[in-house]
């Protein structure tokens, strides 16, 4: 027969009181073994279901191989990059620094550079026709110029941060540092819809600077090493990024020279990425979760600086 103590605590002696033992079936028992094995029954179902989501929906994360390093303005803090007709054009950011400019890859040469105003700190970029759409950051305006000659066109109110911008060929895709993005009309840059991107319905914060590939939106996430592929239709973190080890250890002493920058040439499906304040930026092939492990990349050091920049 099971047998459970009954007892008290004494307060004059500072010691625990024990009683006859209390036989097993009796109400009080009944009700507190009844409680402790329904708490364990729960806890073990918790566990089960745990395992079984982990290992049935665990997202795939695509590691990646380098396969050419350009060189890359080490003082340009990159919050917008997208590539076009053969060239790199980037979004700078930073008050008194912020900038745009058209880059040949190869070499890093600056072609062609607008500084922007003291008030405005720049942020994402995106092509809309023959017109350059630029964020700012807290000023609720995006900046508009000819593709061409980089000629001021206009402006566009929005209510949000800008951090992130790229387009779909319908809408403009803007992020704001949440986990939702947003969905503008390219003409009036009215909202048409926004999604929350979460990763099995947690919510992805701190987005970044994007592009929009192959149906999918790609994201920086802000002070991380990843990307995250998000479905435009419903917000789902799709899979993972993991570009750790990109950028060789002591390349940059910023605390703010965290990755961020992407650009996609679809013609020759190249994908390329950098960072804030990096002298590089890479070319690398994605390599799917499961494959074999990515090779050592020979980083190759080529000196780059503000050659070029008007005065």
Not at 25 to 39: H, K, N, Q, W
Not at 134 to 154: E, G, I, K, M, P
Not at 208 to 214: F, K, R, V
Not at 233 to 258: Q, Y
Request: with cysteine; hydrophobic share 35%.
């Amino acid at each position: 027969m099971l047998l459970l103590s009954q007892g008290g605590w004494n307060s004059h002696t500072g010691s625990r009181e024990s009683s006859s033992p209390l036989p097993f079936g009796t109400l009080e028992t009944d009700m507190l073994l009844s409680a402790i094995f329904s708490r364990v029954a729960h806890r073990f179902r918790f566990l089960l279901w745990a395992c079984i989501t982990t290992t049935v929906f665990a997202q795939q994360v695509d590691t990646y191989r380098i396969v050419h390093a350009y060189p890359h303005d080490s003082n340009a803090f990159t919050q917008g990059l997208i590539y076009l007709n053969g060239q790199l054009y980037e979004s700078t950011g930073l008050r008194g620094r912020s900038s745009l400019r058209e880059e040949d890859l190869e070499t890093g040469r600056i072609i062609k550079y607008q500084d922007l105003s003291n008030r405005y700190f720049g942020e994402g970029l995106t092509n809309w026709g023959n017109e350059l759409i630029q964020l700012t950051w807290t000023s609720h305006t995006a900046l508009v110029y000819d593709l061409n000659t980089f000629r001021f066109l206009h402006a566009f109110p929005y209510p949000w941060e800008g951090w992130g911008l790229t387009q779909n060929g319908k809408d403009l895709i803007l992020s704001d540092g949440s986990a939702t993005l947003h969905f503008l009309d390219p003409n009036s840059f009215r909202q048409v819809r926004s999604i929350k991107v979460t990763d099995h319905g947690a919510p992805v914060d701190q987005l970044n600077e994007l592009e929009y590939i192959h149906g999918q939106i790609y994201a920086n996430v802000w002070q991380t090493n990843r990307i995250a592929i998000i479905s435009p239709a419903t917000g789902d973190v799709l899979k993972w990024i993991d570009l750790t080890g990109l950028l060789p250890l002591g390349s940059v002493t910023d605390p703010g020279a965290v990755l961020n920058g992407i650009a996609y040439d679809p013609v020759h499906d190249h994908l390329f990425v950098t960072g804030k304040l990096w002298p590089k930026i890479f070319e690398i092939k994605l390599i799917p979760e499961g494959a074999s492990t990515r090779p050592r990349a020979s980083h190759t050091s080529t000196q780059h600086g503000p050659a070029g920049m008007p005065e």
